[in-house]
């Protein structure tokens, strides 16, 4: 198969954590008779510093031409500690989202059995954690009308939703349902929020396409506090851009770092692929990035194109890095091994 590939690095370790992905990419390209055509392209606080904007003209026409972007992650200390900065790196990212319509960000929080004998969070690692969360990505809260008052004491953010917005989202999560457990839960704030009324309205409407599915709501404070206690009991959970974001985060601490996670942002054209986690500034350049969320972000752009197989064979020497334990520190607590070697082992042990 012939791709088109977008590398957008972005800012801290993500430059860093995408170059272990293209070599992962390269890997399936010579084991897999492929041929991947790379792209790079800038965003975020590098973006800038050489254009002005966090989404530069030139990155966004090729990633639409792209056939997915592969992204590393957004932020940098400069601007957050600059609340006043009126253009920001995140702007690139959000921005991305809105103008492809990537309106589904799909995390799955699934617990490595490789993994947990030698992690030092075993005790907190839930067996059999194995959940996906769909966060609405392009509406809601992030993209509401932003207001701050003249004299700079009052702010808003308004949280917006409409039936079409929820509705894209709702039915791109029970399919994947279907595929699962057949069990769904909405994750809202029903009791206090408007949007989250519409949300439940919207959602349980749906359902009744998907008679199959067993549909569950659950307020957020409680969600959060579920998926600590028990989260096996979730198979997909559906939510809105905020909740979604901090959600996922919080699942990460489940199955033992957010250096681990990878996630798909899904839209009728366009697809990207990034690590759940953000720019860790304070590790940029050190070697110390954990590669493995990027990596099997990877694994979802080939799962995506139908090429299971190339994605499994990803997984399989992400296993096998697991097992050898040539982890990072955030894995263990302390590792000789660095980004670079981590990707070079998993590069290296992609076989058909
Ligand atoms: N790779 C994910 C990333 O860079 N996240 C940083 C960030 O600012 N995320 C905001 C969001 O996901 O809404």
Redesign the pocket.
């Known amino acids: 198969m012939q791709l088109k590939i977008a590398l957008l690095g972005?800012d801290g370790i993500?430059p860093e954590v995408l170059a272990q992905s293209v070599k992962c990419l390269k890997a399936i390209e010579e084991t897999f008779n492929h041929s991947f055509e790379y792209v790079e392209a800038s965003v975020g606080a590098v973006a800038i510093s050489n254009t002005g904007k966090p989404l530069p003209d030139a990155t966004l026409k090729l990633c639409r031409e792209a056939d997915a972007i592969l992204?590393?992650?957004?932020?940098s200390l400069e601007y957050d500690n600059n609340p006043d900065a009126q253009v920001r790196p995140?702007q690139g990212?959000?921005g991305l989202r809105k103008e492809l319509g990537l309106f589904a960000n799909i995390r799955p929080v699934k617990m490595f059995d490789s993994l947990i004998a030698n992690s030092p969070l075993k005790e907190h690692i839930v067996r059999g954690t194995d959940l996906v969360i769909f966060r609405e990505l392009t509406g809601g809260i992030?993209f509401g009308k932003k207001s701050i008052s003249e004299d700079g004491t009052r702010a808003s953010d308004v949280c917006e939703y409409t039936e079409d917005e929820i509705g894209r989202v709702t039915h791109l999560a029970f399919k994947a349902a279907k595929k699962r457990r057949k069990k769904l839960t909405l994750v809202d704030k029903a009791n206090v929020l408007e949007s989250s009324r519409l949300w439940r309205k919207t959602v349980s409407e749906i359902a009744k396409s998907y008679p199959d599915v067993e549909l569950q709501t659950m307020f957020i404070d409680n969600a959060a506090v579920q998926m600590m206690m028990n989260p096996t009991q979730f198979d997909v959970i559906l939510t809105d851009n905020m909740f979604g974001?901090i959600l996922s985060d919080q699942g990460s601490v489940i199955i033992g770092s957010v250096g681990l996670l990878p996630s798909a942002s899904i839209g009728r054209e366009n697809a990207m692929f990034?690590?759940?986690?953000?720019?860790y500034p304070q590790a940029k350049g050190k070697n110390i990035a954990n590669p493995v969320a990027s990596i099997l972000s990877t694994a979802m752009l080939l799962q995506h194109y139908g090429l299971n197989e190339e994605a499994n064979a990803i997984v399989s020497a992400v296993n096998e890095s697991f097992i050898k334990k040539v982890v990072t520190l955030d894995v263990l607590g302390s590792s000789k091994y660095g980004t670079d070697y981590v990707g070079d082992f998993i590069s290296e042990h992609i076989v058909d």
């Open positions: 972005g993500g992204f590393g992650a957004i932020g995140e990212l959000l992030y974001d990034e690590p759940f986690h953000g720019s």
